[in-house]
């Protein structure tokens, strides 16, 4: 069971949204993994696995791949594709 990769669901932005920046990143995970986000940010999430962050992104068209790696370096990775308008 040590080498099973934590859950990763992103509850917001969905996947194709079109948003203003900052961009909200929610989701949920294992209260023992750690998220991370581009460009390089981490975001630790609270003891039930919730993680909130906000990304400043500038107009267009964004990939974001959001990865959850667990204390067994186990690892799943999310991308969604955002669009990002002023506002």
Partial sequence: ALLIPP??????P???AVTTSPVTIEGKTSSDSL???DPQITVKPDPSGN???ELQLSPGAHDLKITAT????QS???SLSITVISQ
Avoid: A, E
């Fill in 7 to 12: 859950p990763l669901d992103i509850i917001q």
């Fill in 14 to 16: 969905t996947n194709n």
């Fill in 35 to 37: 998220i991370t986000l």
């Fill in 51 to 53: 993680f909130l962050t």
């Fill in 70 to 73: 667990n204390r067994f370096s």
């Fill in 76 to 78: 799943v990775t999310k």
